[in-house]
């Protein structure tokens, strides 16, 4: 990215939010990930120092997958459904292992693209498949799905290139993280952070 591509606020209300509102998605988190946990103190140390943004602690690291909708819209049957709908396919799709290496510079955070992608998307349409059995339709766009963890949020506009600067002079080893499973989660975000509930985990196939 060059400098001529500011950061900028990632904070915004987007439509239907406001403050106290909650938002039922579908997560992989990273509680028990002692080696993301790792490369992210590294990069928060490194990016400590970078006026305008808000780092992610472990407790919130996270991988969007699929939303559902406002708590305030989506009825309780709907979701117990939805999550034993998830839970019979997710029982087929295999437990994977999910790289973190150099994080990249987006608009409005800093995040890993994690490797390989592909297990990631199956998790996801699995997902999807669960929601569109119970709702007939799936919210969001089954496309530009790009599995991602994000490091740190960008709260002002400003340049990139004390970013980059920052990210350049850390020197961490890759990160590996088993995935295990899938979350339901009941998210907020009154904070300048993603912070959430879990409502349910829902486990993948253990593999051989």
Partial sequence: ?????RMADHWWW????????RFYTWHMTFDDAPDVHRIAEQYRQGLKGVAGLDLVPDRWLHLTMQGLGF??????????????????????????????DRPQ????????????????????SAIREAVGEVWGQVPEPVDGFAPHVTIAYS????????????LDAVDAAPALAQIRSAELIVLGRDRRMYEWETYATVPLSPGR
Avoid: Y
Wanted: net charge negative.
């Fill in 155 to 166: 709260n002002a506009a400003g340049p990139t290139a004390p970013v980059a600067a920052a």
């Fill in 14 to 21: 987007r439509p239907g939010w406001e403050q106290g509102r």
């Fill in 71 to 100: 708590v305030d819209e989506v009825s309780e049957d709907d979701v117990r459904a939805i999550v034993a709908a998830a839970t019979t396919r997710l029982v087929a799709v295999p437990a994977f292992e999910l790289k973190l």
């Fill in 105 to 124: 510079i987006t608009p409005e955070a800093i995040r890993w693209e994690g490797a390989p992608a592909a297990p990631a998307a199956a998790v996801r």
């Fill in 1 to 5: 990215m060059s400098d001529e591509q």
